[in-house]
């Protein structure tokens, strides 16, 4: 009986809608899968943010869009996105209906895609008041970068731990039981993302601080 062996590679992005299966479960069977000792290679990866400057907005509409800060002059917005990737290795008789899937490989990628600096347009580019809010607002940015790069030693600890818990599976359905396994796996890496955001929160207030602000005032007579 001829067997065979084969590579599917599943990803799933914050912001892209994905679509479940409704009803039962692929059914799945971990004893009936002879075990694997190839180990499953982790990546996690951050790509630096690289923030756009807008200074076309008015103060106004900055204080409403930072809420709780009192009569900010500048305003760094970023949202992180994730990327979880998925690699099986699918093998089994072709001749039978359920495959036996064994994860291979999982990846993360990290990054701040639409990282905007903004800048009151009371101020013109190249002001001693443009250059300090901008110098202040960087400072954000550097933190969303350190936080990330702090903690990619924890993800691939993280991520290892996910990896042994996806023991062999055996399914009549093989891309759904893919898909339901990249699911949870997702669910579990938002939890993290959450978690590990606390930390970055934290920093970020330590600069959003009245003294802060007030250094950013001295600096610069024209506000």
């Known amino acids: ?27 799945l069977e971990q004893s009936a899968c002879p075990p694997r000792d190839k180990p499953v290679q982790v ?9 756009f400057v807008d200074d076309s907005r008015s103060r106004a ?9 009192h009569h900010p002059i500048g305003l760094t917005a970023s949202q992180l996105s994730h990327t979880l990737t998925v690699h099986f290795e699918v093998s089994g ?14 990846s993360l ?3 701040y895609p639409e990282t905007k600096i903004y800048i009151a347009n009371a101020y013109p580019a190249g002001s001693c008041e443009y250059q300090a809010i901008y110098r202040h607002e960087m400072e954000h940015v550097q933190v969303l970068n350190a936080h990330q790069e702090r903690h990619l030693s924890d993800w691939r600890d ?23 396994v990249l699911q949870r796996l997702d669910q579990k890496v ?34």
């Open 61 to 69: 509409w900055i204080q409403d869009n930072a809420r709780a800060l």
């Open 1 to 27: 009986m001829k067997q065979s062996g084969w590579w599917v590679a599943w990803r799933l992005s914050v912001g892209v809608a994905f679509l479940g299966v409704a009803g039962q479960s692929a059914a």
């Open 43 to 51: 990546d996690v990866r951050f790509e630096q943010t690289r923030p």
């Open 158 to 180: 993280h991520l290892q731990e996910l990896a042994r818990g996806v023991r062999p599976l055996l399914s009549g359905n093989p891309k759904q039981t893919q898909q339901e």
């Open 190 to 223: 938002r939890k993290e993302i959450e978690r590990l955001d606390r930390y970055q929160k934290a920093a970020q207030a330590e600069i959003d601080t009245p003294q802060n602000y007030a250094k950013v005032r001295a600096s610069c007579q024209g506000w």
């Open 109 to 111: 990628l990290l990054t």
């Open 93 to 106: 008789a072709e001749d039978r209906r359920s495959r036996c899937l064994y994860l291979r490989k999982l």
